[in-house]
């Protein structure tokens, strides 16, 4: 009774109103106030058309079209070159490739000095320690940061990823593809140049019948559930989907059963896009259970475009390792909580290069103009506010890679229009991508005055960021 008449007293109720308001109030307060995690999905050698977000019916990515229906995707999104190393540079320092003179995967060595009519212009072997990467930025921003997977920036014993800014690093070594995905994930590779084999030792440890995608992603939910408490960056980089195309047999097995004809790519690919999807499922499911999916900033993307042995990236042309838009444009979706409106699609332009700032604007912590030169905030786009203030986009790949329609170019995008130079033949191609994304109609002599201005930009901007050259091969055979 007297409990009864505690709550039927006006001031009581009042009372105890106002200390409710009170404790919702502080306790939203403190989630706003709470630093934003940070996830980045680096998938490597997946294509622009491998998920089902961007059009595919053929690969099954239940997971990582959740994502896009609760970020935005953007369908102009660009790998900052069509091999893995230079990209992974780009994100980690905010510059382009060229810029950073790393701009072949490495260790390379598929030049032929009686084939390739030039020499291949001169690249880094490493990121340098001199740059300040995005990990690092965060870091000292008061960040626990974690690398998980492929690393392919540099050997033993100083440019893996604990000496760029990584408390952890698990499976980040010097070579980009594993022995094997299956336990003890070892094998040896050839060095196409010598014909000599290179071993490749486990990345991590496991068990018999473990997967190496799996392994990964299991040690990225012990991250989260382990640092939930505290800001992180936790960069997901996976090994898959590059080759070996090794994919779980149950998997490989339901992609059999689908007639060839309808088939987007091998079988034993679509088990490992699968297989790397449901690891995204389990990541952002760690991060509900947590009740930390709200604060934090998810990034998914590739590396370059899809392998051509594995996938196929129509409607693009090409595939990785070509200057066409199969080998550049990759799937880039973005989730900011409570900022970015669910479901929404951007057309902009968008590169590797971005992340670094676009991180550092959402985190709310200190830009490095000095640092991130080439990369724009995509804060504002994401905000759904206003396009960037960027003219144009630029690739520059000085070599031979032997992928198939590989050549060695310079490529500028303003706009929809993309001109390419092939630097050994001396020939120019420019496409509208808005009514050929395909690139099957060079229009360079069509507009011709638009052709040289394109040209004389992309000149400009390579004498800007020190571009190397390709000079003479005195070897070269052909004609």
């Not at 990990?135 to 008061?142: I, S, V």
């Not at 992603?217 to 505290?230: A, L, V, Y």
């Not at 995509?378 to 890679?401: A, E």
């Not at 500028?412 to 994304?437: Q, S, T």
């Amino acid at each position: 009774m007297a409990f009864g008449m505690f709550f039927r007293n006006p001031r009581t109720r009042y009372k105890l109103s106002l200390l409710v308001f009170s404790f919702i109030l502080v306790h939203f307060s403190s989630l706003a106030e709470k630093p934003l995690n940070v996830v980045f999905f680096l998938i490597d050698d997946l294509g622009w058309m491998d998920i089902g977000a961007n059009g595919s019916n053929y690969y099954k990515t239940p997971h990582i079209d959740q994502l896009a229906k609760e970020g935005m995707r953007f369908t102009n999104g660009y790998a900052a070159c069509n091999v893995c190393s230079p990209t992974r540079a780009a994100i980690m320092a905010g510059k382009y490739p060229a810029r950073l003179l790393l701009t072949q995967w490495l260790p390379s060595g598929r030049w032929d000095a009686k084939k390739n009519k030039l020499q291949e212009a001169r690249y880094l072997s490493n990121l340098p320690l001199e740059e300040f990467t995005v990990a690092e930025a965060l870091r000292e921003g008061g960040y626990k940061t974690a690398f998980m997977g492929k690393w392919h920036l540099g050997p033993l014993p100083y440019y893996y990823p604990e000496h760029q800014g990584f408390d952890i690093n698990v499976a980040g070594r010097d070579y980009g593809a594993p022995g094997s995905y299956w336990y003890p994930f070892e094998g040896s590779w050839r060095i196409p140049t010598t014909d000599l084999k290179v071993f490749k030792e486990s990345p991590i440890e496991g068990q018999e019948g473990d997967y190496l995608t799996d392994r990964l992603m299991e040690e990225g939910d012990k991250f989260i559930r382990e640092n939930s408490e505290k800001p992180f960056f936790l960069m997901m980089s996976l090994y898959a989907v590059h080759s070996p195309l090794q994919g779980k047999p149950g998997k490989v097995a339901r992609y059999e059963k689908v007639p060839e004809e309808q088939r987007q790519g091998d079988p034993r690919y679509a088990a490992m896009v699968e297989t790397v999807d449901d690891g995204v499922g389990r990541l952002m499911t760690a991060l509900r259970e947590k009740e930390i999916e709200e604060n934090t900033l998810v990034i998914f993307t590739s590396d370059n475009g899809g392998m051509s042995k594995a996938t196929d990236n129509s409607p693009l042309r090409a595939n990785k390792g070509s200057n066409y838009e199969g080998g550049l444009r990759v799937p880039v979706i973005v989730k900011w909580p409570g900022v970015t409106e669910p479901g929404s699609i951007s057309d902009e332009p968008v590169i590797s290069t971005d992340f670094y700032p676009t991180i550092l604007g959402a985190t709310g912590l200190p830009k490095r103009p000095l640092q991130h030169v080439d990369g724009v905030d995509l804060s504002s786009v994401l905000k759904g506010r206003s396009r960037i203030d960027r003219q144009s986009l630029f690739w520059h790949y000085p070599h031979y890679n032997q992928h198939p329609q590989n050549f060695p170019a310079t490529v500028i995008r303003k706009g929809h229009w993309k001109l390419i130079e092939i630097l050994d033949k001396g020939e120019l191609e420019l496409y509208n991508l808005a009514l050929d994304v395909g690139e099957q109609n060079n229009l360079a002599d069509v507009h011709s005055g638009l052709t040289q201005s394109l040209l004389a930009e992309m000149r400009a901007w390579r004498e800007k960021v020190n571009a190397d050259p390709m000079q003479s091969n005195p070897l070269y055979e052909g004609k």
